[in-house]
Every structure is written in structure tokens, then in C-alpha cells.
């Protein structure tokens, strides 16, 4: 409380604006437990192949950054292991129940429901079934598959009702994010980036699939169905990991330059995760020689040059969205401060 003309002023901070609304709790709480569960049955999954490589804990470690690692094949790709992580970090802050958390879930929830049903087209031919019943851990990855889509429904269902815009609609500036000048700017940045590197995806899937050896309906095919290659694998194929990025890299970011805050954690989450793949690209194009040839070709050059742009644009959308001038959480906590420097500077006390 502040003193001025014989009054008081209520100058204490109003409630946190980055946490969501009480009513909200249970499906806060809810998607932190089930993507908390998931990522439980995929670190499981890890574990398991690491007991039964014949590398250590240390060699996997380095083949999570090195491709080109002596490692046995895990279970899981990369792609799974980065979505391991994204997992357990969004369960945290769903548990925390921080409004961040809402659109990375769902953004994971709409991936799991993907991958669901690529291998539910998969399971619709009978020889690939016929591999979940003949395949020891056949069971466990079924299961596991199944637990994907339960988590995957549970999360779109409860997160999509748990929106805060009825709020800013309404008026209730007490729970409602304040616009800041910074945030409109930033987002579009980060839009522009993703859309960019979206588009740089897309021309190199239309180059492979226009190439004279490609086979492009092989190609698609591999993206929608998990038994085109033949074998039990819970790691997602390339052509499901390539097309799901370039769809996600341009939704997210046609609804970043729109200036849609919500979308803050998704492209926080997403970006972390490219990042982390980008960087696994490089240290294999290190340790295989291929910079130093790489310019020897056009094709070749090209490719340095989306794998150092995409480098460059995954870190700066983290840098960006992770800063306090991308969002507006920040806002009415902020405002109240001032309003409190002004009392007490411009106020008699």
C-alpha cells in the first residue's frame, strides 16, 4: 500500500498473468500426467535399447549428438528422443500450470494423433499385424502405440476448452494479458523465420521427389502408412518426420505473423527441437568432411546453406520466444509496477 493525499493505492501486483485460470487446473493437470506417462513408456523404450546394444550409457550419449557414432541402433530415432524431452517439459509446466504449456500440448497432442494414425493405416494390412504378434516386444510397442492415441485424444480434448480469450473478450483485464509494443514485432520475426524454413523443406521435397530415380507416391505412401517398410519400428520413417515439419513449420508460423500469442509455447517447443536436430546435422557433416566439399556442386552448397540457416533461425525463435518481450505475460505485472514507481515518485507520501 501507498500513501497519497490522505488515502491508500492498491499497488500490489494483480494475479500472475502467465498461470491459467483456476478452472483450468484439472486439464492443466491432467496433460501433465498423461504426457508425463508418455514420456515414461518412450524413456523405457530408450532403456531398453540401451540393455540390449552392446554399447555403453556413454556411447549413447554421443550418438545422441553423433549420427556417425560406432553405437548400436537404438529402438527410438532422434526425432523420438527430442520428443522424450519436449514431453517431459511441457508436462512440467502443464503441472505448473503455466499458459505456456497450452499450445506446445496441443501442438503434441495433434503430432501423436498423426502418428497414430500412420500406423493405424498400417495395421489395417495383415501381414504387419501378423509382425506385432511374431516380434517379442510386439505387445509393448502395440501398447505403447495404443497409449500414444489415448494421450493424444485426452490432451486435445481437455486443453482445446481451456482457452483464456473468453476472458479478453469479456474485458477482465485482471486475468487478461495486456498487449506490449515489443510482442507484435517479435512474433512476426519468429513467423517469418519458420515460414522461410518451412519453404527451404519444401523445395528440397519437391527436388527428391522430381529427381529421375525418386518414386513419389512411395514416398507419400511412406508418410501415411506404417507398414510400408516392411518391418516393427516404433522410430518415425524420414518421410512421416519430413512432410509433419514442413506442415508445422508453416501453420506455426502463418499463425505467428498474425500475431496469435497463444502459439508461443508451440513454437518455443518446436524450435528447441529443430535446434537440437539442425545441430545433429552439423556435427555429422563435420565429422564426415562434407563442408569442405560441400561447394564443389550447387546441390551441395544449397544444402550448407538450409542446414546454416535453419541453425541460425531455430536459435533465434528460441532466443525470441523464450524472452520476455515476446509475450504478453509479462504485461500487467509490469504495468502495475510502474503505476507504483509513479505513486510513490509523483504522490505525496
Known amino acids: ?201 519444401l523445395g528440397w521435397v519437391a527436388a527428391d521427389l522430381t529427381a529421375a530415380e525418386a518414386d513419389a507416391l512411395r514416398y507419400l505412401h511412406g508418410a501415411v502408412d506404417g507398414s510400408v517398410l516392411g518391418s516393427l519400428d516404433l522410430s518415425a520413417s524420414a518421410e512421416f518426420a519430413t512432410l509433419g515439419s514442413v506442415l508445422v513449420l508453416l501453420v506455426l508460423g502463418v499463425l505467428a505473423i498474425r500475431g496469435r500469442h497463444e502459439v508461443r509455447g508451440a513454437l518455443l517447443v518446436f524450435a528447441a527441437m529443430q535446434l537440437y536436430l539442425t545441430v545433429r546435422t552439423v556435427v555429422w557433416l563435420t565429422v564426415t568432411d562434407f563442408f569442405h566439399q560441400s561447394f564443389e556442386t550447387t546441390t551441395g552448397a544449397l544444402s550448407v546453406a538450409t542446414t546454416a540457416y535453419g541453425l541460425a533461425a531455430m536459435t533465434s525463435v528460441v532466443v525470441l520466444a523464450t524472452g520476455h518481450g515476446f509475450g504478453p505475460y509479462g504485461g500487467p505485472r509490469t504495468e502495475g509496477l510502474r503505476a507504483a514507481a509513479v505513486g510513490r515518485n509523483g504522490g505525496g507520501l
Open 1 to 201: 500500500m501507498v500513501m497519497q493525499d490522505g488515502g491508500t493505492v492498491d499497488v500490489r501486483p494483480g494475479p500472475d498473468p502467465g498461470r491459467a485460470a483456476p478452472e483450468h487446473r484439472d486439464a492443466y493437470l491432467l496433460t501433465g500426467l498423461c504426457l508425463a506417462l508418455y514420456a515414461g513408456a518412450l524413456l523405457a523404450w530408450t532403456v531398453c535399447g540401451i540393455a540390449q546394444g552392446d554399447g555403453s550409457v556413454w556411447d549413447f550419449a554421443e550418438s545422441l549428438f553423433n549420427p556417425g557414432s560406432a553405437a548400436t541402433p537404438q529402438l527410438l530415432g532422434p526425432y523420438e528422443w527430442a520428443f522424450t524431452a519436449a514431453f517431459l517439459v511441457i508436462a512440467g509446466l502443464a503441472l505448473a500450470r503455466r499458459r505456456l504449456a497450452r499450445s506446445a500440448a496441443l501442438l503434441s497432442g495433434f503430432l501423436l494423433l498423426a502418428a497414430s494414425l500412420r500406423e493405424g493405416v498400417g495395421l489395417c494390412h495383415a501381414a504387419y499385424r501378423h509382425q506385432y504378434s511374431n516380434d517379442p516386444l510386439g505387445s509393448w510397442a502395440l501398447a505403447t502405440r495404443g497409449l500414444g492415441l489415448v494421450v493424444a485424444l485426452v490432451v486435445l480434448c481437455v486443453m482445446f476448452p481451456a482457452t483464456e480469450r473468453w476472458r479478453e473478450a469479456r474485458g477482465d483485464r485482471r486475468h487478461a494479458p495486456a498487449p506490449e509494443a515489443g510482442w507484435h514485432r517479435s512474433s512476426a520475426i519468429c513467423g517469418v523465420l519458420f515460414v522461410l524454413m518451412g519453404l527451404a523443406r
